[in-house]
């Protein structure tokens, strides 16, 4: 059995869960296919510039990328995370407003846009942005944790319940869907 320290709250759960997510925050929107190229050569820079620490060069990147394919949401995706990864909540979800602009259905855009609202705190926000996704398969990465984190923030702990279940169902050693559950189990949910 995995245990966890006392000082192991939902909180850093939550921290974990948005750290762990960054890559497949930053690649899992479909790119709108630009020229071959270089597009791929912007994207492996603002990857090299980001993993480096080098925000500001990342961010010319995606800039230059945006003046190439103004369209394209992956790029509005990443300077999403760009500005989330430095604490700028707002502007991040302008940039994800952006993307969906361009394709309002956009799975992995709605999911990082619900990332964010928990991350600020808008848990009603998410939960209905994440209950819209629910018909949607395959249900983007991490999408039901996310919803059991705001079910739970929300007090809906029998639907986060059954969804922490079904996750440790299939991967019973899931660090943070154990920490919820456990958490829940010991009357309430902190974080």
């Known amino acids: 059995m ?6 192991f709250s939902c909180k850093k759960a939550l921290q974990v ?13 479909a790119s709108s296919g630009g020229s071959g190229s270089t597009e791929a050569s912007l994207t492996e820079s603002f990857e090299q510039d980001l993993r480096t620490g080098h925000y500001l060069k990342a961010r010319q ?4 990328e945006l003046r190439l394919h103004p369209r394209n949401i992956s790029v509005w ?3 999403a995370y760009l500005d989330f990864k430095n604490g700028q909540y ?12 361009l394709n309002p259905k956009n799975a992995f855009l709605l999911e990082n846009r619900a990332r964010l609202f928990l991350a600020r705190h808008k848990d009603k926000a998410a ?15 991490g999408f039901r944790l996310l919803l059991a984190i705001a079910d739970l923030r929300t007090g809906h702990q029998e639907e986060a319940r ?30």
């Open 2 to 7: 995995i245990t966890f320290p006392e000082n």
């Open 17 to 29: 869960l948005m750290a762990g997510l960054c890559l497949f925050w930053m690649t899992g929107c």
């Open 61 to 64: 990147d995606l800039s230059r």
């Open 77 to 79: 995706n990443n300077l």
């Open 90 to 101: 707002r502007q991040a979800d302008g940039d994800l407003a952006q993307g969906l602009a």
């Open 127 to 141: 939960r209905k942005i994440l209950l819209s996704l629910e018909t949607v398969r395959p249900w983007p990465r």
């Open 162 to 191: 059954l969804l922490l279940n079904a996750i440790l169902s299939d991967r019973p050693r899931d660090p943070l869907a154990r920490v919820y559950l456990s958490r829940l189990g010991n009357g309430g949910v902190r974080g």
